[in-house]
């Protein structure tokens, strides 16, 4: 099995060779290149082509939110893990709204940095669990009384739309299982199937999706 390619980005030299060494540690993860700044990642991964691409979120030229939608504009290969030094960053939805498919903060331990790339690389999303209550309250704060629900919610079986609440409400895998009395392999099923109904990357967008669409107001209740 071959490893996963990263690129790493960010502004800082020091936070770059920090991130290598980490990585560097890891037989299955391979570091195949390093950019400076937003524009140059653009560049690098379309040459590169990484599996997962490690983006700092604030840097001079072009920050991580651009290029991260520039890059998923035209790859649909390369994944976008974004760090911050902030768990409550102002632009965290804008990020996962790019198409991010994780979010740390820059203090986590390393086993976390390590553990999210795996994740991301294998098609799921990774939310630092500070990050998640973020992410909701500031759905929370939008709003959405008039939000209309796109036609792709009715190609959903009630079953799914359950569980894309449950998404919405933060509830991992396990805990959707146990509060619609179903398996975990069950729920993991009808996300994948939900994704793939709705032209979703993963549960990250789904949320988004969730909350946009009118399905989950403020709070995470449902409409009405």
């Known amino acids: ?79 976008v893990l974004m760090l911050t030094t902030f768990d409550v960053d102002e632009h965290v939805v804008d990020a996962l709204r790019a198409g991010a498919s994780g979010f740390l903060v820059k203090d986590d331990a390393p086993t976390a940095l390590v553990d999210a790339i795996r994740v991301v690389a294998a098609g799921d999303a990774m939310l630092a669990p500070q990050v998640t209550r973020r992410l909701l309250q500031r759905f929370a704060q939008l709003p959405t009384a008039d939000a209309p629900r796109p036609d792709a919610l009715a190609a959903l079986t009630a079953r799914e739309v359950e569980v894309l609440h449950a998404l919405a409400r933060g509830l991992s895998n396990a805990e959707a299982a146990a509060a619609l009395f179903v398996s975990e392999a069950t729920v993991k099923t009808h996300v994948a199937h939900l994704l793939d109904k709705l032209q979703l990357r993963d549960r990250v967008q789904a949320v988004i999706f969730a909350y946009e669409s009118g399905l989950v107001q403020a709070g995470g209740r449902p409409p009405g």
Do not use: C, F, K, N
């Open 1 to 79: 099995m071959s490893a996963t390619r990263v690129l790493l980005v960010d502004d800082q030299p020091m936070m770059r060779t920090g991130l290598r060494l980490i990585l560097e540690a890891e037989p299955d993860l391979a570091v195949v290149g390093e950019s400076p700044d937003g524009e140059q990642a653009v560049a690098d991964a379309r040459a590169l082509q990484p599996d997962v691409i490690v983006m700092d979120i604030r840097m001079p030229r072009l920050d991580g939110i651009e290029a991260t939608r520039r890059i998923l504009a035209t790859s649909t290969t390369s994944r």
